[in-house]
């Protein structure tokens, strides 16, 4: 059974810091690549960043929307990822939800995950909310 738990998000200032979680379960960082998604409200879902392990030292993708802002990373066993989100912006206001995903796991700069990728587990969503 996958399972993915996402860390409590949380309210933050515009232009401050904040460090998400998400520890995987019930597969190893080797079937699937992880993935950071977010929707915000009355706008749908998009993908911010993606990190592929599996035949890679760890292979980072980025939206234009959080490139140069957010980092994503992996502890050393691979199933926990975090995602680093600095400078945000009130426009970052969304839920936040990591995702196992399969395929080439790669998304387009708009955020959009590129043909041939899919998600395949969800983890339940972490709100974060921005302020100005």
């Known amino acids: 059974q996958v399972h993915l738990a996402e860390s409590e998000g949380g309210s933050v200032q515009s232009g401050g810091s904040l460090r998400l979680s998400c520890t995987a379960s019930?597969?190893?960082?080797?079937?699937?690549?992880m993935g950071w998604f977010r929707q915000a409200p009355g706008k749908e879902r998009e993908g911010i960043a993606t990190?592929?392990?599996?035949?890679?030292?760890?292979?980072?993708n980025y939206a234009d929307s959080v490139l140069g802002r957010f980092t994503v990373s992996r502890d050393k066993s691979g199933n926990t990822v975090y995602l680093q989100m600095t400078s945000l912006k009130a426009e970052d206001t969304a839920m936040y939800y990591c995702?196992?995903?399969?395929?080439?796991?790669?998304?387009?700069?708009?955020?959009?995950?590129?043909?041939?990728?899919?998600?395949?587990?969800w983890g339940q969503g972490t709100q974060v909310t921005v302020s100005s």
């Open positions: 995702a196992a995903v399969s395929g080439f796991c790669l998304l387009t700069r708009a955020g959009s995950l590129l043909s041939g990728s899919k998600v395949e587990y």
């Open positions: 019930g597969y190893t960082y080797t079937e699937y690549c």
């Open positions: 990190l592929d392990s599996r035949a890679h030292s760890g292979r980072a």
